[in-house]
């Protein structure tokens, strides 16, 4: 099955709305990542957080490790928020790689 | 602090050729990481180096090799390229590496083309 199952897949905003992006992962988890990928391919660290919440600026994320998810609150966006969204999780069942989801392609309209 | 540096940016090759591509990490960093990602596959784990020693591989075939020297510097080589080697090759680096509790920082990138 899927390791680390990301939703939606893609999300169409007007600037200004708030988001919510989900990642499920397979298994017990002690490294889960968001990471922003911009349109010139570039991927930036978001949050490290294996587990509670944190929050930078308009972005906040919370893991609840024991339900094995992990949420992404993007608040009034921007059209520089545009991009895709990865989750990334380390996977003990998976030999300790860290194993990303296939993204969420966000397009934040002006 | 430099960021995670990867040379060069772009390249162009044919099918049958090699190529070396190289990342530099964040200073004090020991462990770096390789990925590949491609349209179809996404973000794909291809290994992991941690002060010299392949820590993790994952499942791609023999052709693609790596080796880290003592300043922590990476290398990552594929030999007879196939068009399918078309991706993003992209690194990361770490203070303790992809176990330890701590994030993993990426590079910017090297787009290979293969014609």
């Known amino acids: 099955g899927i390791q680390v199952e990301q939703s939606p897949p893609d999300l169409i905003l007007q600037e200004g709305a708030n988001s919510t992006l989900r990642c499920n992962f397979s298994?017990?988890?002690?490294?889960l990542q968001w990471f922003h990928q911009n349109p010139w391919g570039q991927l930036i660290n978001l949050f490290y957080i294996p587990s509670g919440t944190k929050q930078n600026g308009r972005l906040s994320a919370t893991t609840v490790a024991t339900e094995r998810y992990s949420l992404l609150y993007i608040s009034s966006s921007q059209t520089t928020d545009s991009g895709v969204y990865f989750c990334a999780a380390l996977l003990m069942e998976y030999g300790n790689k860290l194993v990303f989801g296939a993204g969420t392609i966000l397009r934040v309209k002006s | 602090k430099a960021g995670v540096t990867q040379t060069p940016r772009y390249l162009i090759k044919t099918r049958g050729q090699q190529v070396t591509l190289s990342c530099s990490p964040i200073?004090?960093?020991?462990?770096v990481s390789w990925y590949q990602q491609t349209p179809g596959q996404g973000l794909q784990f291809l290994f992991e180096y941690f002060s010299e020693t392949q820590r993790n591989k994952g499942n791609f075939p023999g052709r693609f090799s790596g080796r880290q020297f003592s300043n922590s510097r990476s290398e990552m080589n594929v030999s007879t390229l196939e068009l399918g080697d078309s991706a993003l090759y992209l690194c990361?680096?770490?203070?303790?590496?992809?176990?330890?509790?701590?994030?993993?920082?990426f590079g910017d990138g090297t787009r290979l083309s293969i014609l």
């Open positions: 298994d017990s988890v002690n490294n």
């Open positions: 990361a680096s770490s203070l303790g590496g992809v176990r330890s509790n701590q994030p993993q920082h």
């Open positions: 200073s004090g960093h020991r462990s």
